[in-house]
Every structure is written in structure tokens, then in C-alpha cells.
């Protein structure tokens, strides 16, 4: 160690310059892919379906890296933590991109560009099953308001009868009184729950829409009132606004403390990173509900926004240390950045490949041991044809037996090169586990009323690239900005004296 | 002017010295190492307080009601508890659950704060550890005694017998004797490698032969070499690894006792992870319960400090708050799954079963009592701490029982349905089990040095190679007055 270094000499912080070239490469593939990308949606509408799905997957890997990133840094203040203080930067400038990435989510959003309804079958389920049991209704109608209106009039010439009946008792028992008392009383509260009933137009048509809508989809009838446009609508900005909001409010402190070093800063990211820990984690759970669980309306784990959740903290990790090494190799952070700081986050990749298995392992084994068909459909689908192989080679020896047993290595994790390694062998394990998680859903989704029902769609996977590619340049493009931005690391942050002695 | 600016950053306070980033020192008052041993190891060497046998007594009382209510149960059966056809399971299970759920702190604080560089961990290490092996012995009484012929019980391990026995490994159940097992042997070992050193001072110490004999049998002839140092402390640090998978497999397993089968209410994918988040979280309760009257008793303020109980009461408010999200997403995917059979057993749990005011019980304790952590003057106020603490550990148990005889007494027929309360046997073990957890915490009180001695002083300032000679100095001058 070359002696214990003064935070006040890292005061000035140090300015990410260069990589132009790299980043115009990244708007031009980005920018282009993307034209590419729906000018081939609208020049061949039949694959539209696939092209959705292909969409979905990019987008989704990339937030999974921002949100990741978001949770690091407010792991960072809640934890008073101090190794962290010369990479959080990048933790933020990485979840600074959540906004970004939900502009580029936007066309699975909006239904005109057909990528929803080709994504979550529930929206065009629920829209026909609602306007055919709204016309059956309107057929229906006329006869049914009939049909009660008679019965009104019946309860009512029974109560009427009823009491009729009991005038002309000449002396009734105290008994047969009480008795033929409580009939009556029981005959006028069934008229009048009778009378109670809507039986306008309108009302006749919305009570007779539900029984149809009930009665030909069951499931997404108990659903209706999570599963419906509106409420989704609701849903997807508050996933912007809480996560977007987050990570935006973080950065500005953080950039602010750069520039004054005022404590409060601090003090303020400390307190609001524990506070919103748990907006945060509601967000991102419901978030992967709608957009993954309901790939399949019909599936439920509870488990899914912690396997999300595992797996964007562990990829995220891995792009963190991949990032750190190619500025490192271009001359950035090498006096702040030690072999300890590489050393803790190998430590933390090690970390997230367990939890992330722990997760992964418990949920396919509940559902296989108890083996209820609604939730084994998820996991029997993954283990057909080529997506078996898939499994154990990616999901399994891939994404937990390698990145697990060289990790272990202590040496390893303190070698730049070698973690650098690691973490792209993570990174792309990564990429496979969202794959997995998006891509089985295609062909048998597509192809459910095709005489025969395909596990994969085919050709679709140049979609898929092409999607990743765009959507990694226009990630690339604003995370190199972002970078340009700001310092590199917090250079005027309290702990940095701290992160830059940090000893393991 | 340069005289001035120069004055300026003199006393200008340091970004790293500001009002809510300088980091709370561990052991206050700048207590030198002598003072520490004396502190700890006269716990040992004086006469035990008053109130320590006003707590032993009964101790023993309690302990002693639990072995007759084994013997009255092995030599009637076990009819004489309150279970019936659908709930199989009663307080039986929800103690064992309990017990285990208790056992969970100590090793998240020996493994995972050591693995994770968590210095303050040294001041609880030792109790919590201590409370894990106590509490699992307190866990393994209740299954033993449930499989009904106690005599029986070793057909659970697959050892060589002519009967025939082979043990269904299929079931979660028999995972459930290895995981338990190994955690305790594991935990054990653990906590007696980290005793060693401290055995030897309490050997060095001794003034009658006899004890110093005990002491230093136990000691393994430790003489604090260098050798032995280093070899001692990776020997910690692999165990520290070994013992970290077990923090989750523990309880994981038991979550699979449930959450394998197909019964509405057990059967849910994020049952792992939420039993060690509950788990963690009962177990530190149970930590904050014992150190918040020992700290004031034994007069360990400054090794036991604020900034400890701050963390700790930190722990509690995520954990249960995590045990939270899990309750919502039960009952989120309860709806969202739009299965009749789960709709109807969360209906049951939250609104019209016979058991609803458990649930209200364990959400109350469990999620909104802790709450109150968010708020610092909260985690200062020990009797907030100690009152929220005891909160979790009812609210913990309460959870266990929600799970287990609410999700039985109400089966798929209406036939089958039931209603389940204790009989006083079980009561009475329950009871009985405390005494001898407070019995065995007691004894080790009385016997073995409650706060891990060397590993406090290895977090002193002045242990760092890098500390100033002159601080120093000063230092070796005060303990010399």
C-alpha cells in the first residue's frame, strides 16, 4: 500500500472525456436499430407478435441493469456504508436510465402499435369477452327486464296475499300470528331486494355483461379489478414516477454534494434511501408482475418479484464491475479504485449468484414438489424440447454451478482481469435468465390456435438481436453522457477518505 | 491572511467528522483492554446478583413442570393434547417453529456480520450464539415428543437396523432432522472455537485449582502464540463460511415442510425466503430481549451500547418489514390467482375463520409495532426497544400459529372442518420450554463470559496497527492510574 491517502487531494474529482467516437457508434446503432426495428413491424405486420416479444426482452434486460443500479445505491446509504463511495457514481449513473428506458418501453405500452395485445393476451381476452357479453347483453336486455319486472309483480301480490291471508284469520293463534308475521316480513325484503336491482337500460345491460363475462372467462372476471386498462394505466406511472423519481432525486443530491460539500446532501440520501426502500420494492415487484407474470394471465408465483429482483441486483453487479474495468483501462479511477474495491464487489457478485439460485431453486422445487397443474405450466413449458437443454445448460450450470465455484476463488476476485472475466460470463448468463424468462411464452402463445403448437417461433431470434442491439446503443449512447456529466466518483462526499483506504 | 485560512482548517470540522457521518465508536468511554477483561470475566468470578436468582429459580421451576409434562405425556400419550382430526398439527409444531425461528440470530451475527465485516457484531456475538444452542435444544423437545413414541425416535436417522426401516428422503420432514441437527452441531462448534481464548484468560485468572483446571481443560491449552492466532482465526473464518449456508437452509427447510404439500395457506413459492426473513427477525428480538437487562445488570453500557441496539432495532424494523411484504403478497396473489380453494383459506385467515384475531395478533406485532424504528428517539428509549422487542416475540409465535392450525381447521370439505385449542399439557410445555431456555441462558451467564473478550478488544482503536504511538501512549498511561 503506498500510504494512506488524504480525501482532500481527491477534492477536484476527475472528468470522464473521450469515447466520442463510442458514443456516436451507440446513437447510431441505437437510433438506427430502432428505425430498422419498426419499419420491419409495419413492413411485415404478420410478425408483429414476434417482434413484441423480441421488444419486451431488451427493454426489459436493460431496466433490470438500471433498477439493479438503483438498488445498489440505496443499499449504499442505507447501510452507512463506506467502501462504496468511489464507484457509487456509477451505481447512479446507471440508475439514471430508468426514465430513458421507460421512453423506450413506451411502444409496448401503447396499443396501436400492437405489441400489447400480442404480449398480455389478457387485454384483447378481456376486450372481446367484454363487448361480446356486452352485445348478448343487449340482445338479452328487453326480455330480461321482462322477465324481473314480472317478478317484482309476483313478490309483490304475495306479500299482498300474505297479509291479506292474516286480516282474515278471525282469531289466530299467538303462534300461527308470529309465524305468518315473520313470512311476511321475509316476502317484503325479498320484493324489495327485488326492487332494489338497477333495471334502467343501462343497469339491466352492466348486470347482464358481468354474468356473461363471468361465465365464459372466469379467471379474468376475478381479475377484473386488478386486470383492467385503467387501473393499469395507473400502475405503469407509478412504476416511472417511484423508480424514475428515485433515482433522479439521488443523483441530483449526489452531483450537488460534489460541488458543495455540504453534509446535508448526505444526510438527506442517507435518510430518503431507507424511507423509499419499500416504494422501491413495490414498485419493481408489481412492475415484473405486469410485464412478466402477465405474460401468462393465468400463472402466479408469489415468489416472482424477489427472483426479479435477485436477478437484476446480481446482473447489475456485473455490469458495475465490467463498466469499472474498461474506464480503469482507459485511464479512469485508477487512484481511487483499488484491488479491495474489486475484491468487496466480486464478494457481492458471489453474494447475489447464491441468493439469485436460492431464489431461482426454491421456486421451481415448491411448484414441482406440490405439483398443482395452474402453476407447473410455467416450469413444464421451459422443460419441453429445446428449452430443456436451455435450462440446465444456461439457468442452471451456467448462470450458478460456473459463475459459483470460480467465485469462491479469493484470488480471483481481487484480479481486475480475471472478475472482469466473471462478470461478462454473469453479464451474458444474465442476458439468458430474462430470455428464459420472456422467450418460452412466444411460440406457444403465438401459435396456441395453429394446428400445432410450437415451441419456438422460427427466425424470431433475429428480432430478438436486433432489439438488444438497439436498445443497447440508445442505453450506451445515455450512460456515456451521464458519465461525461459528472465526476467520475463523489469527490466531495464525507466517506470517500474511508472508500479510498478501504482495507478488506 | 495565510495565518488565517491556516486557523480556518484547523478548526474547520472534517467532511468525515460532520453531524451524522462520523462513525460511533464501539466500546465508549475509551475503555482500555484491562478494564474489559476485568468487566466481563468478574460477571463470572463475583457472586451473582439477587435478581439472577430470582430469575433461576423459577427457571428451574419451569424446567422442572416441562419434565413432568413429558413424563405425563409419554406415559398417557399423546391424546392428552388438544389435537383432533384436521389440525395434526398444533402448539407442538408452532413451538418447534418458534424455538428454531429464535436460533436463527446467532448465526447470522457469528457468520454473516463476520463474513460481512460488521465490527459491532463482537458486543452480541457471544450471547446470541449462546441463545441459538439453547434455543434449538428448546426446538428439537417438541417434534421428538410429536412423532408419539419418544422411545422411537431414532428411526428418523438412516442408520443400520435389521427392522426393515427405510426413511422416506422424499419427505421435507426427515430433511428437516438433517437440517436441524447439523445447524446445531455446526452452531456449536462455532460458538465453542470462539470461546477459546476467552476459556484461557478466564484459566489465567482462576484462584481455586479446580477451576483452573476446568478452564483450562476447555481452554485446549490455549497460550495466545502467535501460531496459535493465526491459525485460530482462519479456522474461524472457514467455519464463519461453513455456518452461512446454514442461516438460510434451516429455516428454509421447515418452510418446506409446508410449502411443499398442497394445503391453502402452505403452499406458496415465497415461504423460503420469508421464514429466514422471520426467522432473522424473531431471533433478534429474542437477542434485545436477554441483552437489554444484562447490559443494565452486569453494567456493560459501554460494551453493549446505543449504536448496538440502534443496529439491531435497524434490523428489526427491515426484516419485519420484509416479513410484510410476504404477508401482502400472499394475500395480493391469494386474489390475483383467482383460485377458489387459496381465495377461500385467505378469506378465512383475514376475515370470517374462527382464527382471525391471531392474524390481527401477528400482523400488529409483526409489521406495524416495529414501525416505530423509524423514528431514532424509538431506538433510544430502551424500554420502546425492549416492549417492541417482546412484541416481535409474541408476534413471531403468533405467525407460526396462523400458518399451522388455521390452514388445518378448515380443509376442502366442510366436513373435515374443525377447531383447535391447546390443552393445558401443551401449555404447559410451552411454558415449561421457556424455563429451560432462561435455565441454560442463566447457567451460561454464571459460567462462561458473556461478550466475546477478544474480539472486543480486536475492535478497539488502538488494536489498529496504524493508531498513533502518542494516543497510545496516553492510553497505557490511564490504565496505568
Known amino acids: 500500500m503506498a500510504g494512506i491517502k488524504n480525501g482532500d487531494d481527491f477534492r477536484d474529482g476527475e472528468r470522464f472525456k473521450g469515447a466520442s467516437l463510442l458514443q456516436k457508434l451507440c446513437l447510431g446503432l441505437g437510433a438506427g436499430g430502432t428505425i430498422l426495428f419498426f419499419v420491419l413491424r409495419y413492413a411485415t405486420p404478420a410478425n408483429t407478435g414476434a417482434m413484441s416479444y423480441s421488444w419486451l426482452f431488451a427493454v426489459v434486460f436493460f431496466l433490470s441493469l438500471a433498477v439493479g443500479g438503483l438498488f445498489w445505491t440505496m443499499l449504499h446509504h442505507a447501510t452507512n456504508s463506506g467502501w462504496g463511495t468511489v464507484v457509487r457514481r456509477l451505481m447512479e449513473n446507471l440508475a439514471i436510465l430508468i426514465p430513458v428506458l421507460f421512453v423506450v418501453a413506451l411502444p409496448l405500452l401503447i396499443s396501436s402499435v400492437g405489441f400489447r395485445d400480442a404480449l398480455w393476451e389478457w387485454f384483447p381476452l378481456r376486450a372481446a369477452t367484454l363487448s361480446h357479453s356486452h352485445e348478448e347483453a343487449v340482445k338479452e336486455q328487453a326480455e330480461y327486464v321482462a322477465e324481473r319486472k314480472a317478478g317484482i309483480d309476483k313478490a309483490k301480490q304475495e306479500v299482498a296475499q300474505a297479509k291479506k291471508d292474516l286480516a282474515e284469520l278471525s282469531s289466530p293463534s299467538p303462534g300461527h300470528r308470529f309465524y305468518m308475521e315473520r313470512e311476511i316480513t321475509s316476502l317484503e325484503k325479498k320484493a324489495s331486494a327485488l326492487e332494489a336491482e338497477d333495471l334502467s337500460d343501462e343497469g339491466a345491460i352492466s348486470t347482464l355483461t358481468d354474468k356473461h363475462f363471468l361465465h365464459s372467462e372466469a379467471l379474468l372476471y376475478k381479475k377484473r379489478g386488478y386486470l383492467n386498462e385503467s387501473f393499469w394505466w395507473i400502475r405503469q406511472l407509478f412504476y416511472l414516477v417511484v423508480l424514475g423519481g428515485i433515482a433522479a432525486v439521488l443523483r441530483s443530491w449526489s452531483v450537488k454534494l460534489d460541488k458543495d460539500g455540504d453534509p446535508r446532501w448526505f444526510r438527506w440520501m442517507r435518510r430518503w434511501s431507507c424511507g423509499l426502500l419499500l416504494p422501491f420494492a413495490t414498485a419493481w415487484t408489481f412492475l415484473v408482475f405486469d410485464w412478466l407474470m402477465g405474460l401468462d394471465y393465468a400463472w402466479f408465483s408469489t415468489m416472482w418479484g424477489v427472483y426479479l429482483f435477485s436477478g437484476a441486483a446480481f446482473g447489475s453487479m456485473a455490469f458495475l464491475i465490467i463498466l469499472l474495468t474498461l474506464l480503469r483501462r482507459a485511464g479512469y479511477l485508477r487512484k481511487v479504485v483499488t484491488m479491495e474495491h474489486y475484491h468487496i464487489m466480486g464478494k457481492l457478485l458471489l453474494a447475489f449468484v447464491i441468493f439469485w439460485a436460492y431464489i431461482a431453486f426454491s421456486q421451481y422445487f415448491l411448484i414441482w414438489y406440490a405439483h398443482i397443474t395452474e402453476e407447473t405450466k410455467f416450469f413444464i413449458t421451459r422443460n419441453t424440447e429445446f428449452w430443456n437443454t436451455y435450462t440446465i445448460a444456461f439457468i442452471v450450470i451456467g448462470h450458478f454451478f460456473v459463475p459459483f465455484t470460480a467465485l469462491l476463488i479469493q484470488g480471483w476476485k481481487k484480479k481486475p482481469r480475471i472478475l472482469f472475466g466473471i462478470s461478462v460470463w454473469c453479464l451474458l448468463m444474465h442476458v439468458l435468465d430474462v430470455y428464459w424468462i420472456i422467450m418460452p411464452d412466444r411460440g406457444p402463445s403465438l401459435t396456441a390456435h395453429a394446428e400445432k403448437v410450437q415451441m419456438l417461433i422460427p427466425g424470431a431470434w433475429v428480432y430478438d438481436v436486433l432489439a438488444f442491439v438497439s436498445v443497447a446503443g440508445i442505453f450506451g449512447y445515455f450512460l456515456l453522457r451521464m458519465l461525461r456529466s459528472a465526476s467520475l466518483y463523489p469527490c466531495r462526499d464525507p466517506r470517500l477518505d474511508e472508500s479510498l483506504n478501504l482495507v478488506n | ?481
Open chain 2, 1 to 481: 491572511m495565510a495565518d488565517t485560512t491556516q486557523a480556518n482548517l484547523l478548526t474547520a470540522v472534517h467532511p468525515s467528522e460532520a453531524e451524522g457521518v462520523a462513525r460511533e465508536p464501539l466500546v465508549l468511554n475509551q475503555r482500555s483492554l484491562g478494564w474489559i477483561t476485568d468487566r466481563i470475566c468478574g460477571i463470572v468470578e463475583n457472586r451473582q446478583p439477587l435478581i439472577w436468582w430470582i430469575l433461576f429459580v423459577p427457571s428451574v421451576a419451569g424446567f422442572l413442570a416441562l419434565v413432568f409434562s413429558l413424563f405425563y405425556l409419554v406415559s398417557t400419550g399423546v391424546g392428552v393434547w388438544g389435537m383432533n382430526h384436521p389440525v395434526a398439527w398444533g402448539w407442538d409444531i408452532v413451538n418447534f417453529v418458534f424455538w428454531i425461528g429464535i436460533g436463527h440470530a446467532g448465526t447470522l451475527i457469528s457468520a454473516i456480520l463476520f463474513l460481512t465485516r460488521q465490527k459491532w457484531r463482537t458486543s452480541v456475538n457471544r450471547a446470541a450464539e449462546a441463545m441459538t444452542i439453547f434455543a434449538v435444544i428448546c426446538a428439537g423437545i417438541f417434534p421428538g415428543f410429536h412423532v408419539g413414541r419418544f422411545w422411537m425416535v431414532w428411526f428418523l436417522a438412516p442408520i443400520p437396523n435389521s427392522n426393515g426401516i427405510w426413511q422416506n428422503f422424499k419427505s421435507p420432514l426427515l430433511w428437516d432432522v438433517f437440517a436441524v441437527s447439523t445447524y446445531f452441531t455446526v452452531s456449536l462448534i462455532f460458538w465453542y472455537v470462539g470461546l477459546i481464548p476467552d476459556l484461557a484468560s478466564l484459566r489465567d485468572r482462576a484462584k481455586s485449582l479446580l477451576r483452573k483446571r476446568i478452564y483450562g481443560f476447555f481452554a485446549l491449552g490455549w497460550r495466545g502464540g502467535n501460531r496459535q492466532w493465526r491459525h485460530y482465526e482462519m479456522a474461524y473464518l472457514l467455519l464463519a463460511a461453513l455456518a452461512t449456508p446454514l442461516v438460510l437452509s434451516v429455516h428454509t427447510v421447515v418452510s418446506f415442510d409446508f410449502a411443499t404439500s398442497v394445503i391453502p395457506g402452505w403452499h406458496t413459492t415465497i415461504f423460503p425466503p420469508y421464514f429466514v426473513a422471520g426467522a432473522i427477525f424473531g431471533g433478534f428480538a429474542m437477542v434485545l430481549t436477554l441483552m437489554l437487562p444484562i447490559r443494565k445488570l452486569y453494567g456493560l453500557e459501554d460494551l453493549f451500547t446505543h449504536k448496538h441496539i440502534d443496529n439491531m432495532a435497524k434490523i428489526i424494523l427491515l426484516t419485519g418489514t420484509i416479513v410484510g411484504y410476504a404477508y401482502i403478497m400472499e394475500l395480493f396473489i391469494s386474489y390475483y390467482a383467482g383460485n377458489a380453494y387459496e381465495t377461500d383459506a385467505f378469506h378465512m385467515r383475514i376475515l370470517s375463520g374462527p382464527y382471525t384475531w391471531a392474524y390481527y395478533c401477528m400482523f400488529f406485532c409483526n409489521v406495524i409495532s416495529p414501525q416505530i424504528f423509524w423514528f431514532k428517539w424509538a431506538r433510544h428509549n430502551l424500554w420502546v426497544v425492549f416492549i417492541i422487542a417482546n412484541f416481535v416475540n409474541a408476534g413471531m409465535w403468533f405467525e407460526r400459529f396462523v400458518i399451522i392450525p388455521t390452514s388445518l381447521a378448515r380443509d376442502f370439505l366442510p366436513g373435515q372442518w374443525g377447531y383447535y385449542s391447546a390443552s393445558w399439557v401443551e401449555k404447559t410445555l410451552f411454558v415449561g420450554s421457556f424455563g429451560l431456555f432462561l435455565m441454560l441462558f442463566l447457567l451460561f451467564l454464571r459460567f462462561l463470559p458473556v461478550i466475546a473478550i477478544s474480539e472486543v478488544k480486536g475492535v478497539l482503536p488502538e488494536s489498529d496497527p496504524h493508531y498513533p504511538a502518542w494516543k497510545r501512549l496516553r492510553l497505557g498511561r490511564r490504565g496505568e492510574k
